[in-house]
Structure formats: C-alpha cells, structure tokens
C-alpha cells in the first residue's frame, strides 16, 4: 500500500504564483485534511473534507482552496502565494472523521 | 476551544537515560488523547493513543497514561536510544463536539550515544 502520497517534495514560488500541491491516498478513507507545519506551532488545519463533494474550513484557510471530486485525491490550491504560506504542508486521511489519521511525507513551500 | 500545551525542548539525552515528554490539554468534552511521533525528512506517524480516563497506551517502550484530574497525557520511556531522535506530538481529537485534531507544537529529541 502507498497510503497517503504528496507531490512534490520540494516547491519554491516566487510572490503572486499559484500552484496546487496534490495529494492522493489508496485506503478509500473518507476523511482527509491539509495541515500546515510551522516552527513553535504545531501543526493547524487548514482545510478538510469528510467525503467527496463535500470540504470545509480549518482553523488557517485564508489563501487556500481545495476541491474534493473523488475519494482518493484532496488537492490543495495556492492562488497568490506569499511569504507567510512558506511552510511545510502536510496532508492526512484516515476511515471516516475518526481517528487514528495517517500522514503522507509532507511538501516543503518556499515563497520569495 | 480545545487546545494542547507540551514542553518544547529540544531534549537532549544520552543513551539508556530515562524520558518524559510533558502534555497538558484542555478540552470541552471528553477527547482521545495522541502521541504521534515524526522522523527526519517523514510525515507523522502515530505513535499510541488512548481513549478513556486511565487508559495506558503503549507502543516500542512509550507509554502514556490518560490523566482526565490533571488533564495530561505525559510520554515516557524506561531507556531511549539513538534511533527515538524525533519530534513527538500530543494531540487529542474532541469529536463528539465538532473538533478535529488539536496538536501541540511538537518536542524534539536528541539521544546521542
């Protein structure tokens, strides 16, 4: 099983690019979420889904979107990157809404 | 809202010391509490869990032991090695009152040798 998988590994984007980090999981878990992961913080949600078609909000969404159109992918959208996005983001599954979630291997964002 | 408080660190032990990593949670309800564990250059990974008051999880010589009267989750370990370097965090999840997982701001560990 490749669990929950993200690409890319590494991204650097210049202020005012977008991109969409993918991710993509092979549980056919129903749950899955974005975190980002800065120094001191821990790790905040920033969006989440509890089923295809259907996403809400975290506790840090502004500047991102995501879109839920199968069960096994969760792409996250950056529309206008900026320096505060740089971040390591991490996305997580697990079987409905409960836990234990599992974690795919993260992507570092740089923004300059 | 819910929220996780645990020492920051970094930890630095020698080989075959004893560990403990401090949590601390407030909660509306009545959360299952987590230790999740991330190596270099990985995602988390669940490290052991526990659902109900006096809980002990365990998991590789970890144990935590669900305190709801002083509401802590504490990690220990009898003697760590080198290969438990890694960044631990506490985390619960409060569903039964609409909250996801609430981490804490994770520990790192040193071991060396």
């Known amino acids: 099983n490749a669990g929950v998988t993200q690409t890319p590994k590494f991204q650097v984007l210049k202020t005012g690019q977008s991109m969409t980090l993918q991710c993509a999981q092979d549980m056919n878990h129903e749950y899955m979420s974005w975190y980002r992961q800065d120094p001191g913080m821990g790790l905040r949600l920033i969006h989440y889904s509890v089923g295809a078609g259907i996403t809400d909000q975290g506790e840090v969404p502004n500047g991102y979107n995501v879109s839920r159109s199968t069960t096994e992918d969760f792409p996250l959208r950056l529309l206008s990157a900026a320096p505060s996005q740089t971040s390591v983001y991490f996305c997580?599954?697990?079987?409905?809404?409960?836990?234990?979630?599992?974690f795919g291997n993260g992507t570092r964002l740089t923004v300059t | 809202g819910d929220s996780v408080t645990q020492m920051e660190g970094p930890v630095t032990l020698s080989e075959e010391a004893f560990l403990t990593i401090n949590c601390t949670y407030t909660a509306t309800g009545y959360p299952s509490l987590f230790w999740y564990v991330q190596y270099p250059g990985e995602g988390l990974q669940l490290l052991l869990k526990a659902t109900k008051a006096d809980d002990k999880g365990s998991n590789k010589g970890f144990e935590a032991t669900y305190r709801k009267e002083t509401t802590s989750f504490h990690l220990e370990k009898g003697s760590v090695q080198v290969s438990d370097s890694a960044v631990y965090f506490c985390a619960l999840s409060d569903l039964d009152y609409g909250q996801n997982f609430v981490f804490g701001p994770g520990t790192r560990l040193s071991v060396l040798p």
């Open positions: 997580a599954s697990s079987y409905s809404d409960r836990p234990p979630l599992h």
